[in-house]
């Protein structure tokens, strides 16, 4: 059984996936309290579904991209389980995670989005350092900036760990707290190796739900 808050049908606003219809699969529960967190419904509220449950859900859709997101996906040992089984049945599996908890036993056909938390997020220092080696080529690194701060703190981390050599980089500006075309400006003019990530789906919204 695994607690899940939501699942719905929208359009990928994120990853190098952005664009693609996609089943999103929310579950319920996160260690982390962000600043800026715009699904703190996920907190709390969510059933318990069987994962025969989950799989017909998702196989009303037809969807061939599957996005595992939260709150906190991998607070739920049985996630590994349903992502094996979806994996296994052909989708194309996308994993949300604050890098808080391992990544170790994460079935290596998935990709991996990894939402290393900046200062203002008010939860730097959460990522575990250990799921940079647990990192595979596909893995992508998300840094939420708040501030010039946060900026030249996501820069020193990829520095420090050599991020840019090995993975994607992404820089998305804090929904309503910097304007993109700032950030974007200061990719160009520091010389950053991140590629600036829009959150598509803050523009267009598809879901009939609350959101991704
Ligand atoms: S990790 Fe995600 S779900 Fe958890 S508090 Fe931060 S933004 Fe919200």
Redesign the pocket.
Known sequence: MIKINEIFYSIQGESSYAGNPTVFIRTTA?????T?????Y??NEGEFWEIEKILQTVKDYEAQYICIT???PLLQKEIHTLINILCDLGHIVSL?T?G?LTIKNVDPRVKIIL?V?TPD?G?ADSFLLENIGFSRENTEYKF?ICSEKDFDWSENFCRQHELSKKFTILYSPSHGQVPERWLAENILQKKSKARLHLQLHKYIWLSTTRGV
């Open positions: 996160c260690n982390l309290r962000c800026y967190c715009d699904t703190k996920s907190y939260g709150g906190e949300e604050s808080s939402d938390k997020s939860a939420v």
